[in-house]
T-cell receptor
Framework: NAGVTQTPKFQVLKTGQSMTLQCAQD?????MSWYRQDPGMGLRLIHY???????DQGEVPNGYNVSRSTTEDFPLRLLSAAPSQTSVYFC?????????FGSGTQLSVL | SQQGEEDPQALSIQEGENATMNCSYK?????LQWYRQNSGRGLVHLIL?????REKHSGRLRVTLDTSKKSSSLLITASRAADTASYFC????????????FGKGTHLIIQP
């Protein structure tokens, strides 16, 4: 099993550009989530989904959109990138007793 | 706001020594988990302790939970160079939204 796969691993954007971070899992987990990790801030929850067609906001949702059309995929969209969105993004799947994380996407917004 | 806070922020010890990290949290929880993150990698689940448990062991890991003090500790015994990583506590908040709330982490360095 591949587990949780994130693409791309690295991305540089200009302010105002949009992009989609991809996340796929092959463990048939209903729950998927996106976190961002900033130095000294730990991980903060952006959006999560408890199943196909169901999404909800986490702690820091502004500037991000998500959708969940299938159990496997949970893409994160940056609508108009800002320097404040420079961060490392992690996708995770599982449940409230154990999360499996992808290897992360390092995003820089110039 | 952060639910969990790890202490210390950084810890450096000699190989073979024991490492202890602490986590404090603010609200009632269903469970508390510890994760490890190696540099440049995603987080890996280590151990879970439920709110009605006081202590749990897994290999060289020992976790304690004191719900009256809203705190937990992670002890790694007989440390190895491969234990060098950041360690995070995460809480499943009772009555909260789905998803875990993570602390800021303790960076552990094991000196050979």
């Amino acid at each position: 099993n591949a587990g949780v796969t994130q693409t791309p691993k690295f991305q540089v954007l200009k302010t105002g550009q949009s992009m989609t971070l991809q996340c796929a899992q092959d463990m048939n987990h209903e729950y998927m989530s996106w976190y961002r990790q900033d130095p000294g801030m730990g991980l903060r929850l952006i959006h999560y989904s408890v199943g196909a067609g169901i999404t909800d906001q986490g702690e820091v949702p502004n500037g991000y959109n998500v959708s969940r059309s299938t159990t496997e995929d949970f893409p994160l969209r940056l609508l108009s990138a800002a320097p404040s969105q420079t961060s490392v993004y992690f996708c995770a799947s599982g449940n409230n007793e154990k999360l499996f994380f992808g290897s992360g996407t390092q995003l820089s917004v110039l | 706001s952060q639910q969990g806070e790890e202490d210390p922020q950084a810890l450096s010890i000699q190989e073979g020594e024991n490492a202890t990290m602490n986590c404090s949290y603010k609200t009632s929880i269903n469970n508390l988990q510890w994760y490890r993150q190696n540099s440049g990698r995603g987080l890996v689940h280590l151990i879970l302790i439920r709110s009605n448990e006081r202590e749990k062991h897994s290999g060289r890991l020992r976790v304690t939970l004191d719900t009256s003090k809203k705190s937990s500790s992670l002890l790694i015994t007989a440390s190895r160079a491969a234990d060098t990583a950041s360690y995070f506590c995460a809480t499943d908040v009772r009555g909260g939204a789905d998803g875990l709330t993570f602390g800021k982490g303790t960076h552990l360095i094991i000196q050979p």
